[in-house]
């Protein structure tokens, strides 16, 4: 598919309240039927940024998973966030991109974010994730990956769309708004950013700052600032690949080994 529409939710979250979150999403769901190839969420969309892992933590098999997968098919989309998960007696910080089709794929955060102590609670991933959907190649990661160039580094076009799903708190706005354009323009390719709003359990406030970019760093489109809304984009991949061709500057990246 040559253009794909892509849809980002930013959203208060329920504190630790995965039937409020989930009903509240199902609602959103239901107005982008028919619009929108791709829905992406928050981080941690059920429950919040907590460290409440042993409490609030569901297998592949549970009720977020198993509702989402059923919605992704009801609506004819393919969605994307991270949970808390559980798995073999270890808890993860866990994206999810699970299609309409019935292909699920799963991400675990790689670096987690020692100064809110979740490196006590979960355990780190250590595999990066690229999705073949569409047509697209799509690398999904988590929040504070975003501050490791590193590990989303893109050799040779490996992926066309970065997505980033955050708890990222007011504070330290000025450098998701920096680090995403950074990470279009270093890799080549469309960036999708969705942040959470409103105030947690732990009194942090979050004002948003959703967008995606273009391979160029321009914003291509983006949600106001504290506003619960969605917006939806279309993006194309010949665009891309036509700018590659001209100014080709992955030709000349350093191959990192990771």
């Not at 509240?24 to 429950?47: D, N, R, W, Y």
């Not at 991270?82 to 270890?90: L, M, P, Q, T």
């Not at 675990?108 to 047509?135: T, V």
């Not at 391979?215 to 690949?241: C, F, K, R």
Request: charged share 20%; hydrophobic share 40%.
């Amino acid at each position: 598919m040559d253009s794909i529409r892509i849809s980002i939710i930013q959203t208060t979250i329920v504190w630790e309240n995965k039937e409020e979150n989930l009903r509240l999403l199902h609602e959103k769901l239901q107005s982008l039927c028919g619009t929108t190839e791709i829905v992406v969420l928050p981080e941690m969309f059920s429950t919040g940024f907590s460290m409440q892992s042993e409490l609030l933590a569901e297998p592949i098999t549970g009720t977020t998973i198993i509702s989402l997968k059923q919605w992704a098919s009801l609506y004819q989309v393919a969605i994307c966030g991270s949970y808390i998960a559980e798995d073999k007696g270890h808890f993860y910080n866990r994206a999810f991109f699970l299609t309409p089709e019935g292909e699920e794929y799963y991400y675990d955060k790689h670096h987690l974010f020692r100064m809110g102590q979740e490196s006590e609670h979960f355990s780190a991933g250590n595999k990066r994730l690229i999705i073949p959907y569409l047509g697209w190649n799509i690398c999904l990661l988590v929040c504070y990956d975003l501050r490791f160039p590193v590990w989303s580094r893109n050799v040779n076009n490996e992926y066309d769309l970065l997505i980033y799903v955050a708890n990222w708190p007011i504070p330290r706005r000025l450098a998701w708004d920096v680090l995403l354009r950074a990470r279009a323009l270093e890799n080549q390719c469309y960036v999708c950013g969705v942040n959470r709003i409103g105030t947690d359990g732990y009194h942090l406030h979050y004002n948003g700052g959703s967008v995606v970019y273009s391979a160029l760093g321009e914003e291509i489109t983006s949600l106001p600032d504290g506003q619960d809304d969605s917006t939806t984009v279309t993006i194309n991949l010949t665009t891309l690949q036509r700018f590659r061709k001209k100014f080709p500057v992955w030709k000349d990246a350093d191959l990192f080994q990771l």
